[in-house]
Structures are given as C-alpha cells and as structure tokens.
T-cell receptor, first 114, second 111 residues
Framework: DAGVIQSPRHEVTEMGQEVTLRCKPI?????LFWYRQTMMRGLELLIY????????DSGMPEDRFSAKMPNASFSTLKIQPSEPRDSAVYFC????????????FGPGTRLTVT | QKEVEQNSGPLSVPEGAIASLNCTYS??????FFWYRQYSGKSPELIMF????GDKEDGRFTAQLNKASQYVSLLIRDSQPSDSATYLC???????????FGSGTRLQVQP
C-alpha cells in the first residue's frame, strides 16, 4: 500500500513568493497532520484535520500560513508571502480511525526561502 | 503547555550493547505513547507504541511505561550500527488525536 505522499520533495523560492505544499494521506485514514521541523524548534504541529475539518490550527505561526483539505485524499499548506525564517522541512502525517492514534509520516518537503 | 522531555544526547553505545532511551511527559492524562526513529534526512518512522503500564516487547525493542512517574523508555537490545538515528518520543494529547513530540535523543552505535 502507498504511504503518505508529499510534493514537491524540495522547494527553493525567493522571499515574498507564494509556496504551496501538497499531501495525499494513506487511503482510509481520516486524520491529517501538518508538521514543521527545524533544528532549533524540533517537530512542531501546525494544524490537523479530522474528517476534512480543521480541528486545531493553534500551531500555525501567523496569517501567512493557511491549510485546506478539500477532500479525504488531498491537503495543501500554503505560505504567502514566504520569508527566510520559513525554511524548514514540512511533514504531513495521517492516522486511521480504527487505529490507536499512531501517525504515519510522509517523506517531507524541504523548503528553502532565500 | 504540554511538554515531552528527552535528553538530546548523543548517547553512544558499543555494538551489541543495550541502548536505553528515556522520556518524561507533563500531561498526567495522556494514555498513548509512541517511539519514532528518524534517520538523518528522512521522515520519522513509527517503531513502537504502548498504552498500558509495564513492558511491551517487539523483537530487539522494548518499550516501558510508568504512568505514575510519567515516564516512558525504549530499550534496544543487541544494538547495531544501523540503529544509529534520532529517537523521538511522542505522547497523545488528552482528548485529542494530536501528538506532542519530544526533541529527540541521538543514538550512536559504535562498531
């Protein structure tokens, strides 16, 4: 079975540009999580969805960040405008309604903002 | 603010030894606990989860949970150089599906 799919795997952009990260959760999973990982702050939860509905976006750093989940198989995380301090690895994870809350991670998107 | 604390390491052990990784958490109501392994440049990979007090064994890995002390640990027996990675402890937040992650312990297994 396919795992969590993320695209792009690498993104290099200039400050001020819009960045869109994409995620396809594991089929049948109904919870989706967006994380950001940096050396300084570790793995931080940005937002999570349950049944396509945003449940907690308290980790979204500021209004420049937005996330959507239009259907059960697709989610986006958008940064507009991007800043150098947004450079990090962004992970998407999903979990099953029948599991014990374990999350499975995608390969991540390494974002560099110059 | 829920917290999950881990020693950042590095924890260095010789090949064949037992590696012991520890984690404490602040949310007394937490019920589910997870260990993830993350190789450099890769994503976190689930290796163990535990819900009940006591030990849970899976191959060379043993997770130990003590809810009274708010302490969870991971033992790796017969450590191999391929076990060298960062190990992340995660705790499910009470009443939510979200996990809070520790900052990870870097393990180095010396050949």
């Amino acid at each position: 079975d396919a795992g969590v799919i993320q695209s792009p795997r690498h993104e290099v952009t200039e400050m001020g540009q819009e960045v869109t990260l994409r995620c396809k959760p594991i089929s049948g999973h109904n919870s989706l999580f967006w994380y950001r990982q940096t050396m300084m702050r570790g793995l931080e939860l940005l937002i999570y969805f349950n049944n396509n509905v945003p449940i907690d976006d308290s980790g979204m750093p500021e209004d420049r960040f937005s996330a959507k989940m239009p259907n059960a198989s697709f989610s986006t995380l958008k940064i507009q405008p991007s800043e150098p301090r947004d450079s990090a690895v962004y992970f998407c994870a999903s979990s099953s309604p029948s599991g014990r809350y374990e999350q499975y991670f995608g390969p991540g998107t390494r974002l560099t903002v110059t | 603010q829920k917290e999950v604390e881990q020693n950042s390491g590095p924890l260095s052990v010789p090949e064949g030894a037992i590696a012991s990784l520890n984690c404490t958490y602040s949310d007394r109501g937490s019920q589910s606990f997870f260990w993830y392994r993350q190789y450099s440049g890769k994503s976190p990979e689930l290796i163990m989860f535990i819900y009940s007090n006591g030990d849970k064994e899976d191959g060379r890995f043993t997770a130990q949970l003590n809810k009274a002390s708010q302490y969870v640990s991971l033992l790796i027996r017969d450590s191999q150089p391929s076990d060298s990675a960062t190990y992340l402890c995660a705790v499910r937040d009470t009443g939510r599906r979200a996990l809070t992650f520790g900052s990870g312990t870097r393990l180095q297994v010396q050949p």
